[in-house]
């Protein structure tokens, strides 16, 4: 909606680049929160007469006063500042107090400023293996059985929002992404789907290293429905699913080569330690439809963005 203000977190990451394009298409403004100053994404996903529209603050969550100020002045929040699976891995104490503290200085902030919209990034790594339940697709509010350190502080996410809400009145809306691709989609766990394509346009031989099916997002759809969580009449502390396509890395691995012609990509066959994918039934309840690109159209755009992307000389991964 034009008029509002927003603060996004994690605003440098992919999710966080895709986000702000759009509300800045929206004609809202934007407080771009984030401790990196690296803007490759920004370049790649945002025009630059719109960049000049975005107030960059560079902050780091674990610092309550930064993001207490940050708040200032703002509307509603998109929370996504995190630290992925490896990095949680490389650093636990620094994963703990970003994706945990971070999180609380968030809700706290938004408390203290009487925010009512505030969207949150949770994850599919809250749920246990795929054999851990009984059906692929499982519902939001199924048990949490966490495998990684990174799951279980997703899961105190979760559990803080509902008592930000239970105790304090705080309202909140989880998302629960699975595997996010497309443009800018370029570090953690679940970044292989889109280095993958990106692959196929540079002509470069290579693996996805795990199989089995899952919810694939296209990054710009997943965004538009983070946005269209943040204008939602608050209702409690609610976790939805995220949509997208639940397909095979194998039948993603046939559309890059139905889409570039380039046959070298490959794939292993072990499964991510997740279930495939979770219900997002409640979530286009609430939103009355959810943001779809097809599969083959997505990989096409994304195949389009990067060989203009090479043309122009913005910068892409490596
Ligand atoms: N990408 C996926 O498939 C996926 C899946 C499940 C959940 N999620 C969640 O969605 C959110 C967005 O994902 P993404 O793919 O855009 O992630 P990303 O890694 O691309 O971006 C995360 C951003 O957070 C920033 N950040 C890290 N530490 C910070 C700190 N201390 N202070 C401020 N900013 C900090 C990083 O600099 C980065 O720009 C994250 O919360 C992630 O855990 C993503």
């Not at 984030?34 to 630059?48: A, K, M, N, V």
């Not at 279930?275 to 994304?302: C, F, K, Q």
């Not at 963005?305 to 892409?316: D, H, Q, R, S």
Request: hydrophobic share 40%; charged share 20%.
């Amino acid at each position: 909606m034009s008029g509002d203000t927003y603060l996004v977190t994690g605003a440098m990451g992919c999710l966080g680049a895709w986000v702000i394009r759009l509300l800045l298409e929206d004609g809202c403004e934007v407080v771009a929160f984030d401790i990196s100053e690296d803007d490759r994404r920004h370049q790649l996903i945002i025009g630059s007469e719109d960049r000049r529209q975005i107030r960059y603050v560079k902050g780091d969550l674990t610092d309550s006063d930064q993001v207490m100020s940050a708040v200032e002045g703002v509307s509603r929040i998109i929370h996504l500042g995190a630290l992925q699976v490896p990095f949680c891995r490389a650093d636990r104490p620094m994963g703990a107090a970003v994706n945990v503290v971070g999180t609380v200085n968030i809700f706290e902030a938004a408390l203290r400023h009487s925010i009512e919209h505030l969207v949150y990034a949770s994850s599919v790594a809250v749920f246990g293996n795929a054999e851990d339940y009984e059906v692929s697709t499982i519902e939001p509010g199924e048990r949490r059985l966490p495998t990684t350190l990174y799951g279980i502080w997703k899961c105190a996410n979760e559990s803080t929002a509902r008592i930000y809400e239970a105790d304090y009145g705080l309202p909140s809306v989880g998302l629960i992404p699975h595997t996010i691709y497309g443009p800018g989609r370029d570090q953690g766990l679940t970044s292989q789907p889109t280095s993958a394509v990106l692959a196929a346009v540079r002509e470069r031989a290579f693996h996805i290293e795990y199989g089995g099916s899952l919810a694939l997002q296209f990054a710009p759809d997943a965004a538009r429905d983070f946005i269209q969580s943040s204008r939602l009449e608050p209702q409690g502390s609610e976790v939805h699913g995220l949509g997208g396509t639940v397909a095979s890395i194998a039948e993603f691995v046939e559309g890059i080569k139905q889409v570039t012609d380039f046959t070298e990509i490959t794939h292993g066959e072990d499964r991510l330690p997740f279930p495939e994918a979770v219900d997002s039934a409640s979530l286009e309840t609430r939103l009355g439809a959810l943001s779809y690109t097809p599969l083959l159209e997505s990989i096409d755009r994304s195949v389009q963005w990067f060989e203009e992307a090479n043309l122009t000389g913005l910068p892409l991964p490596e």
